[in-house]
């Protein structure tokens, strides 16, 4: 077996030194009833070319999305990722090193760390970031939580714009708590009036910019709304690109601020790993969940990095801990900081803007099929389309003549006859104006 | 991991060897902070025009700078290869991270993980357009299941933690559904500290388990403790001092008699994977680290992958997503959507279906290493880790008498009177070249150190670093505390002052610390 280096001769030597007689010896711990004499009913060991060769042909049964034209996006977005990153998170160094615990030989992931919470402070206009979460949806529930120890209130008000996944996952969080949740009706049309909600009970208001349907909105008046009534704002982002180009959440008054990061340096791989941010104000920083890094120096002087402020963190706090996240999303913070790096103050704001003029001409070449109707007046790079028949069933066409035409609405929200002709269609650089064209024809032939 | 051992500056004298103008010492190069090596205008990508058309922002354009760094891309390359040189790896040597099972991850896993076809297709794709996707989803629960010989799992949760959650909510829920308000989850004093975490996450107030003198769970302690009012026990087995729970099914008995759930911490699954199945111990759920027992890499933090799998009478309640195949040969479908049957899942853990890139890299581990290899590894993790115990009990003080499963506990009794820590040994272990074991955990051993080698160990490399070992010990025995607290001489870093960065949290680069700084 490849992957072990023991020799029979090996372990017969170390048995000896051990000074029992077999395996089964060290195993004697393990009551008679439990323990397996024989193998487990799984296939036997292979080779690499063997594994190779039955996982390719799984694999060889999906459409991989870069291999048609793709409209999908939803919270997940296919983006160009620069060759460099995927080089440099396979450095040995980087994959195969754990937490860093000791942060003499950690330095690498360690000062990584520290930029890549400085990016992320820097794009949502906040403060302070933490090390990541697992991904946009947990960092959301967990920033529900936050804001409920922050203010000592229980009640937390959810837009009809935020996410779906986002909203069950906050949902789940609270469930067996005492928290509960205020949840808009879903919201397509951007007129909800989240304001009119906020009680003296309210811990936090949690809206998503772009929303769920691609609507971009103005939230100070909201940040204000939230503030006067002593609750916290946290804005979600589910499409980081778009802070490239729009106004940050926290230039509009967030208190926290969470996102999915997917989008820079981490590929669509059908849902996960992901990487969750998650920012707030300085002052809050005590009641943040996860890992921080923070500056020092070593007994020489030299400045250093060091995982900090751990008497939040389970492994010092146990049941009073802020969270119980331990492992988090290490090598995709990696993943995007090193594309965020690539793409610097010039690069991140021309990539946002290539993004959404693309998804405006797309936008206005789809408003002249028949039987569409483009329903967002400001958007990034995503906008919710009414279709003149239910949307899944044209996406499904569609899919049948090689094109992924992008995500029913009703995938999301299941029974919600009023959803049923929504489609959801993001644009990024990676669409060409022909695959647009292509889009626009199918839809047409569709919907005739 | 530790809460003893958070270090102040060391007081050992400096390192020895002349200064050099740059600050670098031949292929040990520190690399500034990207913030400071801002060359405005600089870009590391190429982007095309794009279409010209007006904005559509509604007004809502950003006005001032973000204030990110422009590098071009050997800049990049260069920073990012440095700083990997300043982390220690397994691919550089032994990394023996007691309850962390560093091994050796396999680049067959990140090549198939990286076919277009898994990494490249959109998680809300047509279920028409990702068939291999969801097959291979439903083959790696097939393969957890009969491995643990449970009747069913759920895939999403993210990592151990998050699979502890899964598994106490399930737990939850069905106490919930047959109208019982339990309060109580039981957790042993040696666990986890994420199992207290979660227990409270899912609002239950946690009381500890006592030890007995053996390492284990106190028998006697538990049965009086265990009533009405308990809803779980959370154990790790084997665990976290490295001992089989020889009275597990008691437990499990004794849990079952009050109507309670038994949740099994699997963080440690590697040291039996193969030879004994948690079904068979009577346990309610588990959740299994693909990041440990299942080679996926630890990437410096994550990401994990923490799969739960659960009893029959759990399995109502597992979480969405999940999948299943089709009668008739109509392939798989994903379930996404609370049904309305029998199952009752208590929600959802997890935007899309979970860590697909783990799931594919643990298959590829799993079928490479087939049902015999697997058990040969749960085999050698353990021959491994007690060849170090037997190498080194003559020297070193071991926690608990006899055999241990996969890592060996040492306790600090044998360093009593040489005026050296725990802390000390594990950064003299720096210097020979070798990662610290895991030091200060479990709790209840005083000065814990936590030795776990893994099965991808050699002889020679275990040697190598029982001699070290050795060394390290004996030079702590002959009065050479300054030595220790110096230590360590050859990292990028020396110790690093945690007790400022507490005080006085830095959190993120700002401007002002470069001007000051110039």
């Known amino acids: 077996m490849r992957y072990l280096p023991l020799t029979p001769e090996d372990r017969r030597q170390m048995l000896a030194r051990v000074g029992v007689s077999s395996i089964d010896d060290l195993f004697e711990d393990v009551p008679a009833a439990a323990r397996l004499d024989g193998l487990v009913d799984l296939p036997l060991h292979q080779g690499e070319l063997a594994v190779e060769r039955e996982l390719g042909a799984l694999a060889a049964r999906n459409v991989a999305a870069g291999s048609v034209p793709s409209f999908l996006g939803a919270g997940a977005y296919r983006h160009h990722v620069p060759a460099t990153v995927d080089h440099l998170i396979q450095r040995s160094e980087f994959l195969t090193a754990y937490t860093p615990y000791q942060p003499e030989v950690s330095q690498g992931t360690l000062q990584m760390l520290f930029e890549f919470q400085t990016q992320v402070a820097l794009i949502t206009g906040m403060e302070v970031a933490n090390a990541s979460m697992y991904d946009g949806a947990t960092a959301c529930a967990e920033a529900a939580l936050m804001a409920c120890r922050l203010t000592r209130r229980e009640k937390v008000v959810l837009s009809g714009g935020l996410h779906p996944h986002y909203r069950d996952v906050t949902k789940t969080s609270v469930k067996f708590g005492s928290v509960h949740l205020d949840i808009a009706e879903p919201d397509p049309d951007g007129a909800e009036d989240l304001a009119a909600r906020i009680d003296g009970e309210t811990a936090c208001v949690i809206v998503q910019n772009p929303s769920f349907f691609g609507r971009l909105k103005d939230l100070r008046a909201l940040a204000d709304a939230c503030h006067a009534a002593g609750a916290l704002l946290v804005v979600v982002v589910t499409e980081v690109v778009s802070l490239g180009l729009v106004a940050s959440p926290g230039e509009m008054g967030a208190d926290i601020v969470v996102a999915e990061g997917q989008s820079l340096g981490v590929p669509l791989g059908f849902g996960g790993p992901y990487v969750g941010l998650f920012a707030c104000r300085q002052k809050h920083v005590r009641q943040m969940p996860g890992r921080l890094c923070g500056e020092t120096v070593d007994q020489d002087g030299r400045r250093g990095y060091v995982l900090t402020l751990s008497t939040r963190e389970q492994h010092i706090r146990r049941e009073k801990a802020t969270s119980n996240i331990c492992t988090n999303a290490g090598l995709c913070a990696l993943a995007f900081s090193i594309h965020m790096t690539l793409l610097g103050e010039a690069g991140l704001t021309e990539l946002a803007s290539l993004n959404h003029r693309t998804a405006v001409a797309l936008a206005d070449r789809l408003a002249r099929v028949p039987g569409v109707e483009v329903m967002a007046d400001a958007f990034f790079n995503e906008f919710t389309l009414r279709l003149a028949k239910p949307a899944a069933q044209v996406v499904e066409t569609l899919a049948g003549k090689g094109i992924l035409a992008g995500v029913p609405v009703s995938r999301l929200y299941a029974n919600r006859p009023a959803l049923e002709n929504l489609l959801l269609v993001a644009a990024t650089e990676c669409n060409t104006e022909a695959d647009g064209d292509r889009l626009a024809s199918a839809l047409e032939e569709a919907l005739r | ?518």
């Open chain 2, 1 to 518: 991991m530790l809460n003893e051992g958070r270090q102040t500056r060391g007081t050992g004298t400096a390192a020895e060897g002349p200064d050099t103008w740059t600050g670098a010492r031949a292929l040990d190069q520190d690399t500034p902070l990207i913030f400071e090596q801002d060359s405005p205008g600089a870009c590391g990508v190429d982007l095309p025009d794009g279409p010209d058309v007006a904005n559509r922002l509604g007004g809502l354009e950003r006005k001032g700078a973000i204030g990110l760094p422009g590098l071009a891309e050997p800049e990049v390359m260069r920073h990012y290869v440095r700083l990997s040189r300043q982390n220690y790896a397994i691919d550089i040597g032994v990394y023996p991270l007691g309850s962390c099972t560093m091994k050796h991850n396999p680049r067959l896993n990140e090549k198939v993980a990286r076919m277009p076809g898994f990494s490249d297709i959109h998680p809300l794709q047509p279920e028409s357009t990702v068939q291999g996707a969801l097959e291979l989803m439903d083959r790696l629960g097939h393969w957890l299941k009969t491995l643990t010989g449970m009747p069913a799992v759920a895939l999403s949760p993210a990592a151990g933690a998050h699979g502890e959650l899964c598994g106490l909510m399930a737990i939850r829920a069905a106490h919930e559904a047959r109208g019982d308000a339990r309060k109580v989850v039981l957790v042993p004093e040696s666990a986890h500290g994420t199992n207290p975490a979660t227990a409270a996450m899912c609002g239950y107030a946690v009381k500890s388990i006592p030890a007995d003198e053996t390492g284990r769970v106190d028998l006697a302690a538990l049965e009086a403790m265990v009533d009405e009012d308990v809803a779980a026990i959370m154990l790790t087995n084997p665990n976290t001092c490295g001992l089989f729970e020889r009275d597990i099914i008691r437990v499990a008995e004794a849990v079952h008699g009050v109507g309670a759930y038994f949740y099994c911490d699997g963080a440690n699954f590697n040291a039996i994977v193969g030879r004994v199945r948690p079904g068979d111990l009577g346990i309610d759920a588990m959740h299994i680290n693909l990041h440990k027992t299942f080679s996926t890499p630890h990437g410096g933090g994550g990401p994990g992958s923490g799969p739960v799998v659960f009893s029959d009478a759990l399995a109502p309640f597992a979480p969405i997503p999940y999948v299943i195949e089709r009668k008739d040969g109509d392939g798989f479908h994903l379930v996404e959507h609370v049904p309305d049957s029998e199952v009752q899942p208590f929600g959802r853990m997890k935007g899309f279906h979970g860590q697909m890139g783990m799931f594919t890299r643990a298959l590829a581990y799993m079928m490479s290493h087939g049902s015999d290899g697997l058990r040969q590894v749960a085999e050698d993790a353990v021959l491994n880790a007690n060849y170090v115990r037997a190498s080194l009990a003559d020297v070193m003080s071991q926690a608990f008498d006899g055999p241990c499963m996969h890592e060996a506990l040492f306790d600090d009794s044998f360093l009593k009177g040489t005026g050296v820590s725990t802390l000390d040994i594990a950064k003299a272990m720096i210097d020979e070249g070798f990662h610290p074991m895991t030091m200060y955990f479990p709790l209840v051993v005083h000065g814990a150190l936590l030795i776990e080698p893994t099965e991808t160990e050699s002889k020679d490399g275990l040697d190598r670093f029982i001699g070290a070992m050795r060394h390290i010990v004996e030079r702590a025995k002959s009065g050479d505390a300054e030595h220790f607290a110096g230590a360590p001489y050859y990292a990028p870093r020396r110790r690093l002052d945690e007790t400022l960065a507490a005080r006085k949290p830095i959190l993120r680069f700002e401007p002002a610390m470069q001007d000051a700084a110039e």
